[in-house]
């Protein structure tokens, strides 16, 4: 089993930058598993934002993130963390970490262990 906790939304202005973290915990360690950030606004399906495989591939971006978002780890804190820059009104949402064994996915329904999110509202 994996828990995964986020930490680190808020309000903040277009253009401002902001750090997601992404706690883990669990029967095994983080370098076991792939972690993806995912964000949902209502009414719409959660997407992908990134993810790091157990391996270190890629790692993975959504099309939107346009060089804007970095993902790491590190294994030895049990964190993930998704560095944001140059945001956007559009970037706002609830983004979650979550969790899957060792390959990463690009959907949603591929990842078995959610955290419950942290709210990212980017408005001036």
């Known amino acids: 089993q994996l828990q995964l906790e986020e930490s680190g939304g808020g309000l903040v202005q277009p253009g401002d930058s902001l750090t997601l973290s992404c706690v883990t915990s669990?029967?095994?360690?983080?370098?076991?598993?792939?972690i993806g950030w995912f964000r949902q606004v209502p009414g719409a399906a959660r997407e992908l934002v990134s993810c790091i495989s157990a391996t270190d591939d890629g790692p993975f971006y959504g099309d939107f993130v346009k060089g804007r978002f970095t993902t790491s780890r590190d294994n030895a804190k049990n964190t993930v963390w998704l560095q944001m820059s140059e945001l956007k009104a559009e970037d706002t949402g609830t983004y979650y970490c979550?969790?899957?064994?060792?390959?990463?996915?690009?959907?949603?329904?591929?990842?078995?262990?959610w955290g419950q999110g942290t709210s990212v509202t980017v408005s001036s």
């Open positions: 979550a969790g899957t064994h060792g390959v990463c996915y690009s959907k949603d329904e591929d990842f078995r262990y």
């Open positions: 669990g029967s095994y360690s983080l370098h076991y598993w792939a």
